[in-house]
Each structure stands twice: as structure tokens, then as C-alpha cells.
């Protein structure tokens, strides 16, 4: 399994960004799949889940501004993250979780200004 992460950029303070992730194989409509981020000098850290049955999570900190969704035909993931504050800087990693096994993209920066 590959994933393609896509979407990262540099965004004022208060803006949007779209990030998507595309899984190659044919296991994505059977798989959670999340995002995570990872912050200079901090440990990575989820930032949104969802199943198979599309039961999504999110981390505290993300809540109400951000939002994952999946396309099982396109077999990617999107995370849509609006209302950016600097403190969302970050490379952001696409994952698959199948049968126990966690696949990694690499990852997209976003960077958010003040």
C-alpha cells in the first residue's frame, strides 16, 4: 500500500486548507485511515479518524474546525482545516490502518502564518 499525501501549502492565520490522501491497492474502503501531524521538536499526533463505517475522531484541539471524510471509489482521504492558527504548523501524514498494520505517506507541510 502507497499513500500520496497532497494539499499542504502556506495559509494566513484564519484560513483553509483542503489535504487529501490517495491509497494505491485495492484494501482503502476496508481500512481506517487518519491523519496525523507532527510539529518541529514534537512527538506525531492524531489529528482525525475514520473507519470503514465512516465513525470519525478528532483531537480536542481540532474540533469544530476540521474535517475528514473519505472516497471509497477514489480511495482517498480528505481532511478539510479551517479557521488555521499558527500552532497548526505542521507536516501532516496520511494513514492506513488494515488487519492491524499501519501504512505511512509522507508527509505534506502546512504552514500557517500570523
Known amino acids: 500500500v502507497q499513500l500520496q499525501a497532497s494539499g499542504g501549502g502556506l495559509v494566513q492565520a484564519g484560513g483553509s486548507l483542503r489535504l487529501s490522501c490517495v491509497a494505491s491497492?485495492?484494501?482503502?474502503?476496508?481500512?481506517?485511515v487518519g491523519w496525523h501531524c507532527q510539529a518541529p521538536g514534537k512527538q506525531r499526533e492524531l489529528v482525525a479518524s475514520?473507519?470503514?463505517?465512516?465513525?470519525?475522531n478528532y483531537a480536542d484541539s481540532v474540533k469544530g474546525r476540521v474535517t475528514i471524510s473519505r472516497d471509497n471509489a477514489k480511495s482517498t482521504v480528505y481532511l478539510q482545516m479551517n479557521s488555521l492558527k499558527p500552532e497548526d504548523t505542521a507536516v501532516y501524514y496520511c494513514?492506513?490502518?488494515?488487519?492491524?498494520?499501519?501504512?505511512w505517506g509522507k508527509g505534506t507541510l502546512v504552514t500557517v502564518s500570523s
Open positions: 494513514s492506513l490502518n488494515y488487519r492491524g498494520k499501519t501504512y
Open positions: 491497492g485495492s484494501i482503502f474502503r476496508f481500512s481506517a
Open positions: 475514520i473507519d470503514s463505517a465512516s465513525t470519525t
